[in-house]
């Protein structure tokens, strides 16, 4: 094809699609699932899902007067069509990258982006809401189109919605993207006689009508039929409407669409904007359609291929060198990326990988205890525990808040379930923790994993929040290790512990430090001294021990031999620790990577006020370093540290600023 012939390179917005037919717009499609292989081959990104959507999101567009008309994309990690058909073309290079184009669908960046997304199920709600606003008048009235994939699906809230659209016959299109079941279209005059049936009112309301004459039948047959009652009924229409479950809820059913037939899709969503009623549309696609390793096996190479490493296709082919890395979660549109390169021969391994291996020692040494994540076996570790010692997990599937209902249960009967459930997706279920298992004491332990900054994915995903919803809670014993083996310490002691507990640890390359061959309970709320010191202390949590070690160094370059110390524990605190370091010290800096307010170093600061009674007057000034009252952007995790103040170099600065008497040591 000359560059004459392209079409893509001459769309700058949703509008420049009028006036191309059926072909041209299939032609739009495939340029744009180039675009993205060549593109997101060489820097990296989501990969698979995005290839799926091409047709869909050039059928929508074509369709729709964006922004007026909203279309929603659930997790948005399959939006980088929707980014390129709406004026963010040549800026895709730029995603996922600092200060480049954002990860998921940001409100921020483009009117096209109807809403923030990043986290599952969600889009349903987001359009019952939008459409029954402009049903009452507000703003500018428009059609609403939710695209949500099957496994989306599985989030408990995305049920909710459904019922409310049936039960308030909301007019909106709900775009069923069904990329991990094999279901071939319905095609031909029979699947178009169905759909037509679907929508048509008057046939709608017919189907009730033969259920009643079936019951008047003569012979006999029709008090048959009677007596049967409910099973005949459910018979009938699962014939006449095979999209039952959807049609139970008051919601038309149309599928199963082939996803990659542009003018099959803009038929079937024409006539369900038109139906003027909620309107399910199943779609089936090809996850990393038009990318031939992607589509070789099936599921497993679709999961191969969720994301893509950077420099991993060239000239639209897999380097030899450089393979995907494995993504070995449940095929969902919630599946987080692994992008960060294996660890090198010697280099410390990955927390996760960390967690993992320490998670089948205790299931080994004790049946009781069980793991359960939601739909992030990969992401979490526990494949490791599903592959091992499968009797001991449980996947639930995008359902947090039932992974801690089913720990509840668990723990009820005398197990010892432990949520693995990355900081910010256990968010999802705070009235479980606070409810189920904080108010009832039960022996639940949630392991946190990607807590802090964790790069591309940006706020969506950063787990800034945990110590924060938990620290207020009663009843939970809240810790985070400083290295890996104090991670495979406080694992045992979680468990070990009759109760809730809590323990955080982030995404990356741990310490390095030896891994113990046999776990340690810890002290309960007991704190440790690292290096001791004058005049100012260092108190860390978590990575913040890492942040301090790092200060320490730079500081003792100006003179300053510095305490530091690792909390451990943000609940309970240890209590003789802080207050004595107050005591002996003229400064005292809290490091953490959490939001500042409520969290550790809040903690530290309302137990001070607490053990002296003569205030501030009679302890350390406090300094807190930490995440800052805000959203922190997407970038690599080194950068938005950086940009924060959560490094070494940035709190060395800081002691030195509120120290000025310290002079550099001449070298």
């Not at 399959?78 to 409100?107: M, V, W």
């Not at 982006?113 to 709600?125: F, N």
């Not at 540290?641 to 490094?647: F, H, I, K, M, S």
Request: glycine share 10%; proline share 6%.
């Amino acid at each position: 094809m000359s560059e004459a012939d392209k079409l893509l390179d001459k769309i700058d917005g949703p509008e420049d699609l009028d006036g191309l037919d059926d072909a041209q717009l299939q032609q739009v499609a495939q340029e744009m699932r180039t675009y993205i292989i060549d593109t997101i081959g060489q820097i990296g990104g989501h990969f698979g899902a995005n290839l799926g959507t091409c047709e869909l999101t050039v059928a929508l567009h074509s369709l729709l007067d964006s922004p007026r008309d909203k279309v929603l994309w659930d997790v948005g990690h399959q939006s980088y069509p929707h980014k390129i058909l709406t004026g963010r073309r040549d800026e895709l290079p730029t995603i996922r990258q600092y200060e480049g184009l954002a990860p998921f669908c940001s409100i921020g960046e483009s009117e096209h982006d109807i809403m923030g997304a990043g986290h599952a199920s969600t889009s349903i709600g987001y359009a019952v809401g939008l459409k029954e606003a402009m049903r009452k008048g507000i703003g500018t009235d428009g059609r609403v189109a939710a695209v949500i994939g099957d496994g989306a699906l599985t989030g408990g809230v995305a049920y909710e919605a459904l019922h409310a659209a049936g039960g308030l016959q909301t007019p909106i299109v709900i775009v069923l993207n069904d990329n991990g079941m094999s279901i071939s279209p319905n095609v031909g005059a029979l699947s178009r006689y169905f759909n037509r049936i679907r929508l048509n009112p008057r046939l709608y309301h017919a189907r009730e009508g033969v259920e009643d004459r079936l019951t008047k039948l003569p012979l006999g047959v029709g008090r048959r039929i009677e007596r049967l009652g409910p099973e005949i009924k459910a018979a009938i229409k699962a014939y006449w409407a095979p999209g039952l479950f959807f049609e139970e809820l008051d919601l038309a059913y149309m599928g199963v669409i082939d996803g990659h037939d542009v003018a099959a899709l803009r038929r079937a969503l024409t006539e369900a904007f038109e139906a003027e009623r909620p309107v399910v549309v199943h779609i089936h696609t090809v996850k990393g359609k038009g990318f031939a390793p992607a589509e070789a096996n099936g599921l497993a190479s679709m999961e191969e291929w969720h994301a893509a490493k950077p420099n991993s296709i060239v000239n639209g082919r897999p380097t030899a060198a450089e393979k995907p890395v494995p993504v070995q979660e449940t095929d969902s549109p919630e599946g987080i990326e692994r992008l960060e390169k294996p660890p090198a021969p010697g280099s410390p391994p990955q927390y996760t990988k960390v967690f993992a291996e320490a998670m089948v020692a205790e299931a080994e040494g004790d049946e009781r205890v069980i793991g359960i994540t939601a739909a992030m076996a990969g992401g979490t570790g526990l494949q490791k525990l599903a592959d091992e010692r499968p009797e001991q997990y449980y996947d639930v599937g995008i359902a947090e808040q039932n992974a801690v209902l089913l720990a509840s249960g668990l723990a009820l009967q005398g197990a010892k379930p432990v949520c693995a459930i990355y900081s910010t997706f256990l968010q999802r279920a705070f009235d479980q923790i606070v409810h189920d298992v904080c108010l009832q004491e039960l022996d639940v332990t949630f392991a946190m994993d990607r807590a802090g900054l964790v790069g591309d994915d940006g706020p969506t995903h950063h787990g800034a929040f945990d110590i924060s919803y938990f620290r207020p809670l009663p009843n939970v014993v809240v810790m985070a290790p400083r290295d890996e083996a104090m991670l495979v310490h406080m694992l045992h002691t979680a468990i070990a512990h009759d109760g809730p507990a809590a323990l955080r640890y982030p995404r990356g390359a741990a310490e390095g430090v030896a891994i113990p061959k046999q776990a340690k309970l810890l002290p309960i709320g007991v704190g440790e001294v690292l290096a001791e010191g004058r005049g100012v202390a260092l108190l860390g949590y978590g990575f913040g021990v890492h942040v301090a070690l790092e200060a320490a160094a730079i500081l003792a370059d100006h003179g300053l031999q510095v305490t530091v110390a690792d909390a451990r524990f943000a609940k309970p605190l240890d209590q003789e620790l802080a207050t004595r370091l107050a005591r002996e010290h003229d400064l005292l800096v809290t490091i953490e990577e959490n939001v500042l307010p409520g969290g550790f170093g809040a903690g530290v600061l309302e137990l001070l006020e607490d053990a002296f009674e003569g205030g501030p007057a009679e302890r350390a000034r406090v300094l807190r370093v930490g995440l800052p009252d805000r959203y922190v952007t997407h970038g690599k995790p080194d950068l938005l540290r950086a940009e924060v103040g959560l490094t070494g170099q940035a709190v060395a600065d800081r002691v030195l600023a509120a120290t000025p008497s310290a002079q550099p040591i001449a070298r």
